[in-house]
């Protein structure tokens, strides 16, 4: 179950929809943004805070039956601090979902005990037209508060006239103010082209040609755009956060302190200067990459949803009248 949709084009909807392929060749699976007493065997459910009614009210009407949660980023970094529906979720989940081992680190002994780890994946792809007169570097995130757009466009500002960088910025505009600033940045910094909401796929081909991703996150489940970056060796200018620490290590040397413009600019003004440091990233980002391959998360994803069947009773009602494999709910 996930509480977004397609036209949203986030990050819960593409963890869906990626969940739902790896599962249909062993499961029948449905995408709903509720559950509302559908035939399900196994619910998975994504955002704690967004779905703790449809996990509580599954739990009422089956209470044998396994609910598995994952964990997004302000589940983690917010809302379990403070929201009682997203606490309660927790409680009732049989088995927890991190997108990164770091998140552990935000949890309870009793909700740890029950998380499973899983890391997401992206295909590998990889382009050699990247621009040869300037250096591309690109940042992909909707334009709201947690993915902190101002400190990318402040650091763009800050860099030194003569360096050949242009900064291009994907995602939709959901803040209307922080979509005026990025337009005000354009008509003022020239190196700074945001583009707006794009396609999934034409986003990752411009991940895919650039010299290296930035990623500007105030708080993060685990960003699969930098996943995408690494899939297409693209070394990644990353935000010191556990989302980040959690995907690409914590001994990796191309992070900066979260919201600080200035030490953005100055990494980006090294990562240019210095081939060493391009090199040292790259091989870094090459070593997080078999991680993330999809072979891998689509059989940590059925090993999860085996683990959680076995043992079930067989379901009453028509979903279980035939033959086929059991629904499995997915978000």
Not at 59 to 64: E, I, L, M, N
Not at 158 to 165: E, T
């Amino acid at each position: 179950m996930s509480p977004s949709t397609a036209a949203a084009n986030n990050g819960n909807w593409h963890t869906a929809a990626r969940w739902q392929r790896f599962l249909a060749p062993v499961a029948q699976v449905e995408i709903a943004q509720d559950w509302q007493g559908q035939p399900t065997d196994l619910l998975i459910a994504l955002h704690a805070r967004k779905s703790a009614g449809a996990v509580l009210r599954f739990r009422a009407a089956h209470p044998t039956r396994p609910v598995a949660l994952v964990l997004t980023g302000t589940d983690l970094y917010r809302d379990l601090d403070k929201d009682a529906d997203a606490q309660h979720a927790v409680e009732c989940a049989s088995r927890l979902v991190a997108l990164q081992p770091e998140a552990l680190g935000r949890l309870g002994a009793e909700a740890r005990a029950k998380t499973t780890v899983i890391l997401q994946s992206a295909p590998r792809l990889l382009r050699h037209d990247a621009a040869r007169h300037h250096i591309d570097l690109v940042a992909v995130g909707h334009l709201r508060e947690e993915k902190d757009p101002l400190t990318l466009m402040a650091a763009a500002r800050r860099l030194p006239p003569d360096l050949p960088v242009r900064v291009v910025h994907i995602g939709a505009a959901l803040d209307p103010a922080l979509g005026e600033a990025a337009q005000r940045t354009m008509a003022e910094c020239p190196r700074y082209r945001w583009l707006g909401a794009l396609p999934q796929a034409a986003a990752r081909r411009w991940i895919a040609r650039a010299r290296a991703l930035v990623h500007m996150s105030r708080m993060e489940g685990g960003a699969h755009v930098v996943i995408e970056a690494v899939r297409s060796r693209v070394p990644v200018l990353a935000s010191r956060i556990d989302g980040n620490l959690g995907l690409l290590g914590r001994d990796y040397a191309g992070y900066f302190p979260v919201g600080d413009a200035a030490a953005l600019a100055a990494l980006i003004e090294r990562f240019c200067s210095d081939a060493g440091l391009r090199q040292q990233l790259a091989a870094q980002c090459a070593a997080q990459e078999p991680g993330f391959a999809p072979a891998a998360e689509a059989a940590a994803l059925r090993a999860l949803a085996a683990g959680l069947l076995a043992g079930q009773p067989p379901a009453a009602g028509p979903d279980r009248t035939d033959n086929r494999p059991p629904m499995a709910k997915a978000g």
